[in-house]
Structures are given as structure tokens and as C-alpha cells.
């Protein structure tokens, strides 16, 4: 009883203090650059914890919009206040607050991840997010211009065989959202690591499982809490990462490895202007960060892909259409090539539409490098400001019937700007846009030729966490294709 009792008074010593400190941040901020001009409408929740629950706890249960379109609609439709994961934060909204954000990076805002994020990858606390962004925007152009990409066509569709040969042949159900993660896992861990034997892919995916959730997430180290498992799941990954990274050098140095076969070896032996070499651990860090952004993002959208061609007979059909043409004409035992891949332009045009109403890319955070003020309201320096996919994908402003599912939107001149934007937008626009282009075209290509599918469970929720995936996993029956050239 006494210890319940002093446990219950020290959270309401922690609860007064924060109050205390919350209305005190508030007094100053109010008292200082922001005397002449109001901050944006809405409310900051609780101190400290803010509005952190409702807004992590609205994607796991399906509705990630919600805490967007509900905020929106009570305070103000192009930028609203709250305080996210102990931050007081604007929200922008809409195609200007896209267009605001995305065109002023480095000018009014810079890049900011929570601390959450600084303390899964600790070496990016040694520098500033803007300068973490520019070293890795140096390291990865030469992987991802068209010369390279034109080579990874190829690498996706042996990887892609072998994939459907291991985990599908001979069976009569899987469950996709597994199944989408081990492919686009092994197809990064081959263009950044060159690891690609099975065993030694499936070892060091394992503990991914647990890392996304607690990228985004309420930095309490508790067990049992998603940040905790991500803690313990990175420890584990750079772990193993330390072995491999040790182990280039040693071939790097007996030229058993080539200097240009992946991002890895390109990192051991890139410089920055100092000359300085990134240290064994920032290296484990910056590849850490491209497995997870490698494949987590795509393998949600080939989940969804499949789930909504499960629902849409009429757009199967097209795409099946697309795609056997390109199967009929290649000899057997020939891989796609570049070429093939121009030619899914209906089938992209759906992926494009799945990514719209299911991006796996929710939004994401900047902040403030000085006072400003957007569309009336002072936005303070320091602030944190978020951008939400929501605010336009689902907005019949920017797209007529919303709701209803149509791939001839990306036909012709496109959409307006700033209006779709899956893969972020202006110069922190994601760099793998088209790898994550080719991996899941690739992928299409080869369930779709073998398989039609249908859902087990046709009903299932969705949950967002911090990517959007079938909260069952996306069981699905399989029906081999009568016409398969496998």
C-alpha cells in the first residue's frame, strides 16, 4: 500500500512539473518573437506527451487521416498546432503547405527527426539532421542513376525467380505482407551488402520486425514498449552488420572485393572534403537506415498492390493483359531488362493509385530554422512542423471521387503539383523512387503470370506502424495461371 502510494505521488510530482514547465514554455514563446502575430489554431494535449497517443494510436487502429482530417476540420485547414512526441508542432496541410515545406528546405526549415530516431541510430547524434541528409544524398547517387538502375532490372528478376520458387511453389495459400518484406529485404540486401545467399538474408532480417514500429514512437526505454524492442532489434542488426563491415575491409584490402560493387565498399572507402573516412559504427548506422527505408516502404506497397487486385477484377485483368505480353516475348530463361519495364505503364499507373490511397509514407517532420510566418500565423523558430500524405491523397480538392479506386488519373499531363506526393517532394524527395519503382514492377510481373489470388479474409484491417500493412498479414489463396510463362 505505502509503495502504491509513493508511486502514486511521484506521478503527480512528474505531472505538476510538467504542467508547470509546459505553461511556462508557452508563456515565453507567447511573451517573445511571437508577441505581434498569433500561433496557428489547435492544442498541444497533455504536457509532455502532448498528442502523441492519438496521433500514433489512429494508424494502428487503420485510420491514420483521422487525427489530419479531424484537426482540420475543428481548427484550421492548412496549418493547425498540436505536440507530437513531446514537441509542439504545426501541421501543414493541402498542396500549398506541401509546396511551402518542400520549397523551402535549407531556407525556413531543415530536416528533424524525433529522438526516437537519434537514439536507434546514435552516430546521427553526433551531427545535425541536415548534415546527415547531405552525407547520405553524396553516397548514393552513383547507385541509383539510370546506368545502375538499368543493371538492377536484372538482379530483381533472379532475385524475384528464386523468391517465388522458395516461398510459393506448391503451395495453395501464403500470406503476402511476410512474403512482400523477404523479397524487397533480399533484393536491398544484395545492391547494398552483396549478401544474397538465403540463410544469411533471413538471419539479418530477422530483428526488422521490431525496428519500424519504434522508429516512430514514444522514446520510453521500458520492456516491452515498441521503442525498447527497436533499441534491442538495432543493437542486434549493427551486431551483425560490425562482422560484415570487418569483413569487407579485410577483402577490400586483398582485393578480394571490388571498391564499386555496392553502397558498403563504396562507403569504407569514400572521403568526406576533410579527408576524414566514416567511422565503423556511422557506417553500420547509415546502412541500417537504407535496409529499413530499402524495404520497408516498397514491400507495403506490393502488399497493397495485391490486396487491391484481389478486390478489383477489372484492373487484374488489364494488368495481366500488360504483363503476359511482356512474358510471351522473352525467350526462355531471359530476364527483364529496362526495356520491359517501360512497358508496364498500366501497371504502374495502379501502383501509383494504391500508393495514393495507401502510402507507405505517412508524412514527415521538419523544423523551424528561424522565425516565420504562413498564411497569417507565426510559426516560432524551433518548432517542429510535420506534412501529412492525407491531407491530399484522400481530398476530392485535388482528386474527384477520392474513394474510388482509378489508375487513369496518372495518365497523361499527370496530377497538379504538390498534390501526390508518396515519395515526399523537393530536394529531400526520396532518392529510391525509382529503385522502389523497379523492385515492385518486377514483383507484379511475376504474381500476376503464375497466380490470380483471392483474399482469405476479405474484411481484414489495416493498421498503420509506422507503414501501412494488413493487420493479419494479407492471407491469400492461390490459383495457378492457366496461361503462366513462368
Not at 489547435?42 to 494508424?59: A, V, Y
Not at 498546432?81 to 501541421?91: D, M, Q, Y
Not at 514514444?218 to 551486431?239: H, M
Request: proline letters at 7%; charged letters at 20%.
Amino acid at each position: 500500500m505505502e509503495l502504491y502510494f509513493l508511486c502514486g505521488f511521484a506521478l503527480f510530482v512528474l505531472i505538476v512539473t510538467f504542467s508547470l514547465l509546459a505553461i511556462f514554455s508557452s508563456t515565453r514563446e507567447t511573451s517573445g518573437c511571437c508577441s505581434n502575430t498569433r500561433l496557428p489554431v489547435g492544442r498541444t494535449g497533455l504536457p509532455f506527451i502532448g498528442e502523441s497517443l492519438e496521433f500514433l494510436s489512429t494508424g494502428r487502429k487503420g485510420h491514420p487521416q483521422k487525427f489530419i482530417y479531424d484537426r482540420m476540420a475543428k481548427y484550421h485547414s492548412r496549418v493547425f498546432k498540436t505536440s507530437i512526441l513531446g514537441n509542439p508542432t504545426a501541421v501543414f496541410c493541402g498542396a500549398a503547405g506541401n509546396k511551402f515545406l518542400f520549397s523551402n528546405e535549407n531556407k525556413l526549415v531543415t530536416a528533424w527527426w524525433p529522438d526516437s530516431v537519434n537514439k536507434i541510430f546514435p552516430s546521427s547524434m553526433q551531427t545535425s539532421a541536415t548534415e546527415e541528409s547531405k552525407k547520405m544524398r553524396k553516397l548514393l547517387p552513383n547507385f541509383l542513376k539510370p546506368e545502375a538502375l538499368h543493371i538492377y532490372v536484372g538482379m530483381m528478376d533472379s532475385i524475384a525467380q528464386r523468391h517465388f520458387e522458395t516461398h510459393w511453389e506448391g503451395k495453395s495459400q501464403v500470406s503476402m505482407f511476410p512474403l512482400a518484406k523477404s523479397y524487397t529485404f533480399w533484393v536491398a540486401s544484395k545492391v547494398f551488402l552483396s549478401i544474397e545467399e538465403p540463410e544469411h538474408v533471413a538471419r539479418l532480417a530477422r530483428p526488422f520486425n521490431f525496428l519500424a514500429s519504434g522508429v516512430i514512437s514514444i522514446p520510453i526505454d521500458l520492456p516491452g514498449t515498441p521503442f525498447n524492442r527497436a533499441i534491442k532489434a538495432s543493437n542486434i542488426v549493427r551486431q551483425e552488420l560490425g562482422a560484415i563491415i570487418k569483413q569487407r575491409k579485410i577483402d577490400l584490402a586483398e582485393q578480394k572485393a571490388s571498391p564499386t560493387q555496392d553502397i558498403l565498399s563504396h562507403m569504407l572507402l569514400t572521403c568526406d572534403e576533410n579527408g576524414k573516412y566514416m567511422n565503423e559504427i556511422d557506417v553500420a548506422d547509415k546502412i541500417l537506415g537504407l535496409l529499413i527505408g530499402g524495404h520497408d516502404t516498397a514491400s507495403a506497397a506490393i502488399t497493397f498492390v495485391v490486396k487491391y487486385l484481389a478486390e478489383l477484377p477489372e484492373i487484374y485483368h488489364k494488368v495481366l493483359k500488360e504483363q503476359m505480353e511482356i512474358a510471351e516475348s522473352k525467350a526462355p530463361g531471359e530476364l527483364l531488362n529496362w526495356e520491359d519495364i517501360q512497358k508496364m505503364k498500366y501497371s504502374w499507373n495502379v501502383a501509383c493509385e494504391v500508393m495514393r490511397l495507401a502510402p507507405p509514407l505517412q508524412g514527415a517532420f521538419r523544423e523551424a530554422l528561424n522565425e516565420f510566418i504562413y498564411d497569417g500565423f507565426s510559426i516560432p523558430k524551433g518548432w517542429k512542423l510535420y506534412w501529412s500524405t492525407h491531407s491530399t491523397h484522400r481530398s476530392p480538392e485535388y482528386f474527384p471521387e477520392p474513394e474510388k479506386f482509378d489508375p487513369s488519373r496518372f495518365e497523361g499531363n499527370g496530377l497538379a503539383p504538390y498534390t501526390y506526393v508518396p515519395f515526399g517532394g523537393g530536394p529531400r524527395m526520396c532518392p529510391g523512387k525509382e529503385y522502389a519503382r523497379l523492385e515492385i514492377l518486377v514483383f507484379m510481373h511475376h504474381i500476376i503470370k503464375r497466380y490470380k489470388w483471392e483474399k482469405l479474409l476479405p474484411h481484414e484491417n489495416i493498421i498503420v506502424d509506422p507503414f501501412p500493412m494488413p493487420e493479419k498479414g494479407l492471407p491469400i489463396r492461390l490459383f495457378p495461371q492457366t496461361t503462366a510463362t513462368a
